[in-house]
């Protein structure tokens, strides 16, 4: 509270400006900017899809092949101009298209009904997708089997993970990686795979609680001092936390084996009980199951959570943190349990990755990892399970698919194309949290402010 | 006033107390020597002009701020004193003191009865593992909340807007909505801000009615910072008037009016009403002070 009653500002009248009120030049109005902005867009597009070059002389060559070629250029920029001519003259088109969207919207309105009245009907839903998850990759090449494995699998549960922290809890974590590195670490040192020797050699699927409980500790270790900040700061914290981590690997040598990681082999997990024997072996397959059960359980488990006091909790420190503390709840105690949830999680991916590839080194756990999670989560819609299961399929598939059309190199760059334009266009992402959602709806009218980890993007567009 | 006669046959004990509490913001002097004394099932009203160091006084006792000199004690119902020095807000809230923000503060995105919920079940056992795994008691727990989030929210007379979005709702419902979170952790006292700021007259009442039903059906103490004299003057036992951050009046209602040092802080001249001062208060604009 401050000034007191201190007197008022003497009323000033505003000046008129009158030079402001002169109208425009034709190519300072929107209209035509707009369509400056889709021309170069569609000359980006001609460069980016054009031949390549390296080095300067073939740069400059293949940019000059790019603006000679008549076709490509031609097409792009009138793609470009086509978008621009219907954005501003397809208001004809709109009627159309609304009532097209709207009949869609009432034939599946029966359907959304049904899904929603009960638990029977997601139940169903879920028992299919998982039946699909077991069929499809049985129908691929092993390439595609590989890529489900060790790009998917492993994302999808490390986006499982992070959605609890920063969908939920509304924690920016930009060093989720590293819980995934002392998870594979773990995994490593337990079976006696590093420098330094175990006290008793282990099963994979035995070091998975150890490594759980490993990670819970590290993230309990770095949550407890840093989870009084906020967002910015927090961000920071988790990067340098990743890199202490990164580097400890690296010049460690004596107990990480440094830069060469691994010095022996990861065994493969198997199970000997009961007379069942089994071993997960060189194939993807079997091991692609794992992490649909895994991904399963953890599913399950999850949206329980969500809609317990707990989830409830994480949903209220990270809308208004001081009317959650006003109301009782001891705010850092419920961010320390989600960053550790989250922690623990990447800790069992990176069991699964390390015992899957036999060999880590540092470099398996890069900066990059930390930030794609993140942005998997952020594309597919962050606190919705779904969502995020959805959007990290598509984005760990999506540069393979793109390897048959177009140059290796390029394939991140049509990935970093596509989360612009979802940011721009759709920031709640594939299928938004009905949280979330509402937090940027309510954003856009004026209602609270959505944080920053959350819903920013909406706010501006 | 029948209230207070409510109020004197119940002799409450004292239930909030500061002794020369000081607040400082670097030069700026905040609050000055504040002596409260709150008595067990009263409502008192703290008003002053804009400014005054009300809502920074509430900051004070809810462990937002901590004041550089002086007491604050609560006194727990069997009689202990307890010091609210140094305590979060969290751990104010679970001795005992709950409030309501002055620039209303719900969790816009969630359901009016989850909003309550989430205080009802502030304190409860069920812990992570419980919950994703759906054991008996984390339902029990959560069944519980809901039943308690619904009674109170029917209380607040919000019954029929249990699941809708509390930034949806009106602002009066809002401000309502604020009171059943409050209310939902329990609490002994019940620290009101502002709670008909941006009301209409008929709001207004209803809040009046709503107040006094609080503090009579469940016996709650309630601290209340109101602009409104004519809620002032028809709901609180007695007032407390505050101006540069020291108390300039303390009495019965109908005193406090009189007192010519308070009409002098809110209008600079005597000879208006209380009406007036309202709209003057109003007038000046929303002090901004609770983070």
């Not at chain 1, 959602?437 to 706010?459: C, H, M, N, Y």
Request: hydrophobic residues 50%.
């Amino acid at each position: 509270m401050s000034g007191g009653t201190a007197s008022e500002e003497s009323f000033r009248r505003p000046k008129v400006d009158v030079a402001r009120l002169r109208r425009d030049a034709w190519y300072r109005r929107p209209r035509w900017r707009r369509l400056l902005g889709f021309v170069v867009a569609g000359l980006a597009l001609a460069v980016v899809t054009g031949p390549q070059g390296a080095g300067s002389t073939a740069l400059m060559s293949s940019l000059k092949a790019t603006f000679t070629s008549v076709p490509r250029l031609g097409v792009c920029v009138g793609i470009g101009v086509l978008l621009w001519a219907v954005r501003e003259f397809g208001a004809p088109l709109r009627a159309p298209a609304r009532t097209a969207q709207d009949g869609v919207a009432r034939g599946v309105a029966p359907l959304r009904r049904f899904y929603a009245a009960g638990v029977w009907p997601k139940l169903a839903v879920g028992a299919l997708v998982l039946l699909a998850g077991a069929v499809i990759p049985n129908l691929l090449s092993p390439t595609w089997q590989v890529v489900f494995v060790e790009q998917m699998g492993v994302y999808l549960l490390l986006a499982v993970g992070l959605n609890v922290v920063i969908g939920w809890a509304g924690l920016l974590d930009l060093g989720f990686v590293a819980f995934y590195a002392v998870g594979a670490y773990s995994v490593a040192f337990w079976t006696g795979s590093l420098p330094v020797q175990p006290p008793v050699v282990l099963n994979p699927f035995v070091v998975i609680p150890i490594a759980v409980l490993t990670c819970l500790a590290a993230g309990l270790l770095l949550g407890t001092p840093t989870l009084r900040l906020r967002g910015d700061y927090l961000a920071i914290v988790t990067l340098g936390f990743h890199e202490i981590v990164y580097l400890v690997a690296k010049n460690a040598d004596g107990f990480t084996g440094g830069s060469r990681g691994t010095t022996k082999m990861i065994p493969h997990p198997s199970i000997h009980l009961f007379g069942l024997d089994y071993n997960w072996m060189f194939d993807p397959l079997p091991y692609w199951y794992l992490i649909l059960a895994f991904t399963a359980i953890l599913v399950v488990l999850f949206s329980r959570l969500e809609n317990s006091r707990i989830g409830r909790a994480w949903t209220a420190v990270r809308e208004d943190e001081v009317a959650a503390q006003a109301s009782g709840l001891n705010t850092v105690r419920y961010k320390l349990m989600a960053f550790a949830i989250g922690a623990s999680t990447s800790g069992l991916a990176g069991v699964v990755y390390a015992s899957k590839v036999g060999f880590i080194n540092p470099d398996n756990f890069p900066l990059l990892a930390s930030i794609l999670v993140l942005s998997y989560v952020i594309f597919g819609g962050m606190g919705s399970i779904a969502g995020v299961l959805v959007g990290t399929a598509l984005l760990t598939l999506l540069p393979q698919w793109l390897k048959s059309y177009v140059p290796a190199e390029d394939r991140y760059m049509y990935l970093g194309g596509l989360l612009v334009a979802m940011m721009i266009f759709r920031p709640q992402g594939v299928i938004p949290s009905r949280r979330r959602q509402r937090e940027i709806k309510l954003a856009e009218s004026g209602v609270g402010g959505a944080d920053a980890t959350g819903a920013a993007g909406g706010t501006t567009s | 006033m029948t209230a207070t006669a409510t109020m004197d046959a119940s002799g409450g004990g004292e239930v909030l107390r500061t002794r020369g509490v000081t607040l400082r913001f670097g030069g700026l002097v905040s609050l000055q020597d504040i002596d409260l004394t709150m008595r067990r099932g009263e409502i008192l009203a703290v008003i002053g002009p804009n400014g005054a160091g009300k809502t920074s006084l509430f900051n004070v006792l809810t462990g937002v701020y901590t004041p550089q000199e002086g007491e604050l004690t609560f006194i727990r119902a069997d009689g202990a004193p307890v010091s609210l020095l140094g305590r979060k807000p969290y751990r104010v809230n679970r001795l005992g003191l709950a409030r309501t923000f002055q620039n209303i503060r719900l969790f816009a995105a969630l359901t009016a009865l989850e909003n309550v919920q989430i205080a009802a079940e502030r304190a409860q056992r069920s812990g992570p593992i419980a919950n994703m795994l759906g054991m008996p008691w984390a339902r029990r727990d959560q069944k519980a909340s809901a039943g308690r989030a619904a009674e109170l929210l029917e209380f607040a007379g919000l019954g029929a807007r249990v699941n809708e979005l509390a930034g949806n709702l009106n602002y009066g419902d809002q401000r309502r909505l604020e009171m059943a979170r409050a209310l939902a952790s329990d609490p002994e006292v019940l620290l009101l801000d502002e709670p008909a700021a941006g009301t209409n007259r008929v709001e207004k009442e209803q809040m009046a009615a709503l107040i006094r039903r609080i503090n009579e059906e469940l016996a709650i103490s309630v601290l209340l910072i109101e602009h409104d004299m004519r809620l002032v003057m028809s709901v609180a036992h007695r007032v407390m008037v505050l101006n540069f951050g020291r108390v300039i009046a303390e009495g019965r209602p109908e005193q406090v009016q009189r007192d010519p040092a308070v009409v002098e802080a809110y209008l600079g001249a005597a000879e208006e009403d209380a009406e007036n001062t309202r709209e003057t208060g109003d007038a000046v604009g929303r002090e901004d002070a609770d983070e």
